[in-house]
Each structure stands twice: as structure tokens, then as C-alpha cells.
């Protein structure tokens, strides 16, 4: 995926979604920002970038957060979310923590929530 062999995390979002924007605090909680070392973090807005119908495999809502391994394939999503395969609720920085230091080789703890 790229040079330096890291997984990622890509975000579909829109900028008129209230539930994108209280996801996107996640992202300002100091342990997320350290974590995040591990991972690239990509966002595609669901309504400007010609890539969001890439990633439109169970519909168009918005947040939709999918896991890339190190070559770019999408993981099967572990949010469990039947109806919205891939959205993650604002407020599970906690979750985002454990999984971006999974990705980052700590195979210690369980990163499904």
C-alpha cells in the first residue's frame, strides 16, 4: 500500500453530517493522536471525491470507516453492524486506541468491540 508498510484506517464522511463531525472529535483525543502513529489515516468526502463509490459496498451512509491492510485490501469490518456494515458510533476512541495499536504490532489485546 505504501512505503512505509503501514495498514490504514479510510474514513467516508460528508461535511453537512452531524454524526461525521461528533466522529471526527474522536480523533482529537490525545491517545488516538498517539496511536495513530501506526496506522494512515485517509478521508474521502462522500460528496466531492470520485473515490467515495469505491467504497459503497453496503450503501451510502456516512461515517463509514474501513480497515486496509498493508497491500490495501479492505478487511472485513468487526463493528458488527448488520444494516451499516461499516459505521463506527462517535464516542469509542477507546476502540480506536486498541485497534491502532493492534495494527501497530501489539498483538497483546483484542481490538473487536
Sequence with gaps: MRA??????LIVYADW???CKRYSEMFRDPEVVKQSKHVV???INQD????AKD???????VPRTFILDKRGKVLASPFGDKKHGF???PGHSDYLVKLFSY???NKSGE???
Design 87 to 89: 459505521f463506527l458510533p
Design 55 to 61: 467504497f459503497s459496498f453496503d450503501g451510502s451512509y
Design 4 to 9: 512505509d508498510n503501514k495498514g490504514a484506517i
Design 103 to 105: 495494527m501497530g504490532g
Design 41 to 43: 489515516l485517509i478521508r
Design 17 to 19: 453530517c452531524g454524526v
Design 111 to 113: 481490538w473487536s468491540r
Design 48 to 51: 466531492t471525491s470520485p473515490y
